[in-house]
């Protein structure tokens, strides 16, 4: 089967990279393909966004019309699916998994698609391995990574010298690099039978279930 993944930045897209082969294993090919940001679902769903604005949720409509005619064309024994994997951040998850099937739910033809949120954020995948985070960083601070917390900022604080208020003193582009080196250091090491994140279970198990059709 083939795998066609969205998700909404560079760390994401080098964590899957990573992580999707021990997943699924041999017997499957698959691509992932990194947007500059989350954004928002459009109103309009047939407005025609400007594709060369690589933010996820702002082209999905589009991109999933897309996959939809062309997937349509494929033979029946080259099986193709869509994996969406995005943040749940600070929405509400029934009312954004709602609007997510709702895009998909317009594509005529629709593509077999999954969506998959993190919660709170893609790092909680890697804070759900902490065995793996020691081995890439020895000095990992254990009060840190037993704290409930899902997101960057607790991986930071862990992790990185100076924790989360250092990063956020140094901007974006820096926190960027940070989760860059994080999924590129802790991915390899990761145990995806055994990860404390449910959405992460999650994910694992609807790819699983896509390779064996169901």
């Avoid at 999933?64 to 997937?71: K, N």
């Amino acid at each position: 089967m083939h795998f066609e993944l969205l998700v909404e930045d560079v760390s994401g897209k080098k964590a899957l990279d990573i992580l999707v082969p021990k997943i699924l294993g041999d017997g499957h090919t698959f691509d992932v393909h990194s947007y500059k940001g989350i954004g928002h679902i459009p109103k309009d769903l047939h407005k025609t966004k400007d594709p060369s604005k690589r933010i996820l949720l702002n082209q999905l409509p589009r991109i999933l019309r897309g996959y939809g005619r062309e997937f349509a064309g494929y033979p029946s024994d080259y099986p193709v699916a869509v994996v969406v994997v995005c943040d749940l951040d600070d929405r509400c998850l029934k009312t954004f998994r709602d609007e997510l099937l709702a895009v998909l739910d317009d594509c005529r033809p629709a593509p077999v698609t999954r969506f998959c949120i993190a919660i709170e954020e893609g790092e909680a995948w890697l804070l759900g391995d902490p065995a793996a985070i020691k081995i890439a960083y020895p000095k990992a601070k254990d009060a840190e990574l037993n704290k409930m917390g899902s997101t960057w900022e607790t991986l930071a604080d862990a992790v990185h010298l100076g924790g989360a208020i250092v990063l956020k003193k140094n901007g974006y582009p820096a926190i960027g690099e940070a989760k860059f080196r994080w999924a590129e250091a802790i991915a390899p090491w990761m145990d995806v039978e055994n990860n404390q994140s449910p959405s992460f279970v999650y994910f694992r198990d609807k790819l699983r279930g896509l390779a064996q059709g169901v």
